[in-house]
């Protein structure tokens, strides 16, 4: 199947629905939005917290609450969305190939393409921690889908490499939930995470944030039996002789997000070392003329507010190329 | 006269908030509160020393929706001692689809008077 459209955003979060919402608001008239998860909205649907769209709303929402909004205002348009839908490639003359379950491949041409997929979460193989490959590891994030969407526990003792907001979102959530969180260890002699959420997720539930540690080894054959956690110097480096024996069941690492850019890459965008996400030739454009960039997808965002405010000049840059060209 | 030290989760900025307080009467009383940038820091470092509160999210379960679960909310902040109460009885409700965001999900929640909401449609 084919599809011919002005403007094609690939991926339904935060960025993707208020740069395809600015492009219509500027007289763009055949846009599709296209989803991988089986709804819109991204991440912030997980993200049950509030905390989001003081600036955007003027008032504190939760997550879902931020989505379900953009959610009805597109619901007020005209605009297309294709769900459950995977992008595979996009080429440079602005090719988008995408599967999905009932029309299988297709192949959708664009004026412009807006990149929004957001970005990933580092895993346990990029913090080359020794030890067995158990099951109960988990990214913050991933642990967060399973509670909060999807409905399932990942365990019961848990430990927590890494302080930033998502591990301390989790802690509050896995204990909320009726788990042990044995303690959050970040091996920087700082918290990655904001302090309102050291206070709200770790002090109000007695939760230990131990700073400058590692993990050194996982423990277990089937199942994680435990962590060893050490002290590192100044140079990160575990110091011989702190090494300390967790019992758990569960790690969730908490280490930061890269920008997810692999659709990038197929088109041939200059990816910019620096933030991992495309180089942005002044108002969200790529390399790639007619291709456009915004929120986590071009560089990692602390607040959602943000990736709008972003998302809504990208969508508006998007709008004028298709004008022009 | 004793002094507790508060930091504000309101907003991202986390001010470190002086709150001196006695009992008076046998009430907890807020004499003077120092160090907070704004007037939402003085409601919720009073309201800590006094009476700490905080809104409660977590999902309840649901039939015939797109997912398992569906995301609520206390519609208020409830007493930061009643947080394990209120899971107790949001865990064992079940809602069918549909459900509108701003539904109320369980009125009074655990007696606080406060109601837990959807805040998402499912």
Known sequence: MTMNVDVAVIGG???????????????????????????????????????????????????PEYAQRYINMLAETDIKTLT???????????????????????EISAKAVILSMGCRERTRGMLRISGTRPSGIYTAGTAQRLVNIEGYMPGKNVVILGSGDIGLIMARRMTLEGAKVKGVYEIMPKSGGLRRNIVQCLDDFGIPLHLSKTAVEIHGRERVEGITVASVDENLAPIAGTEEYIECDTVLLSVGLIPENEVSRSAGIEIDPKTRGPVNNGNFSTSVPGVFACGNVLKVYDLVDNVTKDSVLAGKAAADYIKNN | MQTTKVTCVICPV??????????????????????????????????????????????VRINGGEFARIPVKSEKPVPKSSLFECMKQIRQITVTSPVKMGDVIIPNVAGTGINIIATHNG
């Open chain 1, 84 to 106: 459950d839908t995977m992008v595979l490639s996009l080429s440079p003359d602005k090719v988008i190939r995408a599967v999905n379950s009932e029309l299988g491949i297709v």
């Open chain 2, 14 to 59: 986390g001010c470190e908030i002086e709150v001196d307080h006695e009992l008076v009467n046998g009430v907890e009383t807020v004499k003077e509160v120092r160090n907070n940038k704004c007037p939402r820091g003085l409601k919720y470092a009073s309201a800590e020393v006094v009476n700490p509160e905080r809104v409660l999210t977590s999902t």
């Open chain 1, 13 to 63: 979060g935060p960025a993707g629905l208020a740069a395809a919402l600015e492009c219509r608001k500027n007289g763009i008239e055949n846009i599709l939005i296209i989803e991988r998860d089986k709804q819109l909205g991204g991440i912030l649907n997980q993200c049950i917290h509030p905390g989001f769209g003081l600036h955007v709303f003027g008032e504190e929402l939760t997550g």
